[in-house]
């Protein structure tokens, strides 16, 4: 009896922390190549944006984090690496993360579902959250 309520808390607990509540989500905006701080590993608070405020504002379901590389120069555009944060609607919920490669470019493109989640490290916490919840199911079982 005592694991199986240990196995029911620990689902609980589980499901609880993958909910998002409400209808608005607050990510981070900004661009590295007109504002250096925006590579910051977490961006300053002022990038802080409510994505129900900007125009469409209630399509925006996510945050979005692209690492865009300009491998060499191509049409005036230097070699560099560019963080551009944002507001996301259009998302693939089944692949979070992706990369894309092009001419002179490429990008990685990462969503995630929580407010304040496109910082540095995108999905981190999910995955930890996952984690130990998985270990505390081995554990109890």
Same mark, same amino acid.
């Given at each position: 009896?005592?694991?199986? @309520?240990?196995?029911? /808390?620990?689902?609980? %607990? =589980?499901? =609880? ?21 925006? *590579? *910051? ?12 405020? /900007?125009?469409?504002?209630?399509? $925006? ?8 590389? %300009?491998? $060499? ?27 894309? *490669? ?10 995630? +579902? ?8 995108? /999905?981190?916490?999910? @995955?930890?959250?996952?984690? @130990?919840? @998985?270990?505390?199911? +081995?554990? $109890? /079982?």
């Amino acid at each position: 009896m005592n694991r199986f @309520v240990s196995f029911g /808390l620990t689902v609980l %607990v =589980f499901v =609880f922390s993958q909910i998002t509540v409400g209808n608005s989500i607050e990510c981070y905006t900004c661009q590295s190549e007109t504002d250096s701080e925006c *590579a *910051a590993g977490t961006p300053d608070p002022k990038y802080l944006t409510n994505c129900s405020s /900007l125009k469409g504002g209630p399509q $925006f379901i996510a945050c979005r984090k692209i690492e865009n590389y %300009v491998d $060499f120069q191509v049409l005036d555009q230097k070699p560099t690496k560019r963080i551009i944060r944002q507001c996301a609607k259009d998302v693939d919920t089944d692949r979070p993360c992706y990369y894309r *490669a092009g001419f002179g470019g490429r990008a990685n493109v990462c969503d995630c +579902f929580e407010s304040k989640c496109n910082y540095a490290s995108t /999905l981190i916490n999910s @995955v930890i959250t996952t984690a @130990v919840c @998985v270990f505390a199911v +081995f554990i $109890f /079982l």
